[in-house]
């Protein structure tokens, strides 16, 4: 199924990628034609910026650093007063393949987020260890909250509809985790239905990987934590106006 990506906004946050995001920006402005194209430079300190702007994107910096919540919580409220009622993230360095968005948006009809999991069958990418095992966790507890199974709610690649792009332009939450675990518990404590379809992701086109056996212990620590804080934290009473809207 073909979607019509006129009011469709690629957002891509972006933190020391210069070696990646202008081909990732290529990929997308290709592979999606009609869809605009959002980098958040999240406070690098490298050519990022200068190379999204070469290779056709929007781009937007912010000062310092505040991660990928911060980043895309501008980019829901960049979409937000510029029209575009469909929003998907797509990671700059490299790892999500744009040719799976269109599935993804055409799954909005009947959803308001959905992601591009990684472990529902498509392609071989692998995690082990302990993150392997807080992933797991987490989509467990997860897709009972939503009534919906779900395989990989750590998943970067996300498409988010109108109703979700009201909510998150208002409220998404910065904290690290935040933006994949707290989003979604938010999300359906507001009325809005998660799905999942499956992604094959690819490696890296640029930089280096940050995982190591320490800093997967860390990983599951905080992707705890980040639930508990999401599952104690009280509804927001403005988001019970997204879901009755």
Known sequence: MVVNLKHTLIVMPAFNEEESVGDVVREVLTELPGAGCLVVDDGSNDRTAQNARNAGAIVAVLPINLGVGGAMRLGFRYALEN?????????ADGQHDPASVQAMLARL???????GA?????????????????????????????????????????????RAVLL??????AEYLGDTIESLVIAVRSGCRIEQVPVAMRARSGGVPSHNAV???????????????????????ANRQVRTS
Do not use: C
Request: hydrophobic letters at 50%; aromatic letters at 10%.
């Open 83 to 91: 029209g575009f009622t469909n929003v998907v993230q797509i990671d």
């Open 109 to 115: 009809d009947g959803a308001d987020v959905v992601i």
């Open 168 to 173: 998150f332009a208002n409220q998404y939450p």
């Open 118 to 162: 990684r472990f529902a069958g498509s392609g071989s990418y692998e995690v082990r260890g302990l993150r392997r095992w807080a992933m797991i966790a987490l989509s467990w507890v997860i897709s009972r909250i939503a009534h919906t199974p779900l395989t990989d709610t750590t998943s970067g690649l996300r498409a988010s509809g109108p």
């Open 215 to 237: 800093r997967s212990a860390a990983y599951l620590a905080r992707a705890l934590i980040a639930l508990v804080f999401a599952l104690l934290r009280p509804a927001d009473p």
